[in-house]
């Protein structure tokens, strides 16, 4: 790997790319042979297969992974939206928030109440909670340094969130179909109960095309959640830490960082959908679109180091595992409870 390590960034970019388009297209490949289990899946268990076999983090980090998984994930999401309406948009997202505000209250009451008898420390619980609840580690990186968040907090945080989330892609897909969910049952399911995008992106479209569609509507209506929840938490700071005085020219910056713009470009392209601008070319993006996210969760499994898991300790563990298992129960007795499934 030394002559990665030597070689110019652009090459190790395009090195890192080639890689995952590789992993993508085994995926796909695999995918058709055990539709079971599916392209998505399969890409991110091949990415960790590989990372964990070829050393780590030192393949990973010459190679601009990181950087590929969220060029990727976002690029692939805009494409979906020029496939989608944007009236079933709107549809989807407003009638997501009610079940949402549900589940973010409990997701984060569960970590900040019970991670005090686990002994973590309450900038842990507030971040595992926020990864939870709203969007795994683009919350966690969004709400660190508002909470002015040790290094180590923030890595031992965004670990347990990606452990779940690799739980949560190989384990809601089954469920559901035990469960006999629809297609829109289970994407609001994921949506909202799934960790980060790229999983719920892996749950929803193993479940099938439908489930992935309308999972990755609710989950971006969860995204823009961040804005809310980092405001807020920077206004509790005085109360929560006695020490730490959070100015308004800071949070407003970190508030202007945590903006997820590409939700932007989503509605863009939904709009020029709906406008009828995109046409006959819908199949082939809808095709595109899927590929360009296996291409993201190739990257995602390739970040995904077992030594960060066995790093974060059984405590955040535990209180990532019950935050979980809260958000999920109550968003599908929610929809019980309304008769959504």
Known sequence: MQFLVDAPPRLRRAAGLALCLLIAAAAEFAGRLVPVIG???IAILLG??????G???RMTA???IKEVSGTALRAGIVILGATLN???VARTGAASLPLLAVTLTLGMAFPLLMGRRLGVDWRMRCLIGMGTTICGASAIAALAPVLRARTEEIAYSISVIFFFNMMAVLVFPFLGHVMHLSDAGFGLWAGTAVNDTSAVVAAGFAYSHAAGSYATIVKLTRTTLII?????FGLLMPWLD???HAGEQHLLARLSKAVPWFILLFVVASLANTLGLVGAAGPELETLARFVLVVALAAVGLQG???AFAGAGIGPLLLGFGAWIVVAASSLGMQLLYGQL
């Open 86 to 88: 944007l009236g079933a």
């Open 48 to 53: 960790v297969a590989i990372t964990n076999l």
């Open 228 to 232: 809310p929840m980092v405001l807020g």
């Open 242 to 244: 006695r020490e730490t």
């Open 62 to 64: 010459p190679l601009g």
């Open 305 to 307: 180091h077992w030594r």
């Open 55 to 57: 050393g780590g983090v």
């Open 39 to 41: 392209a998505p899946i």
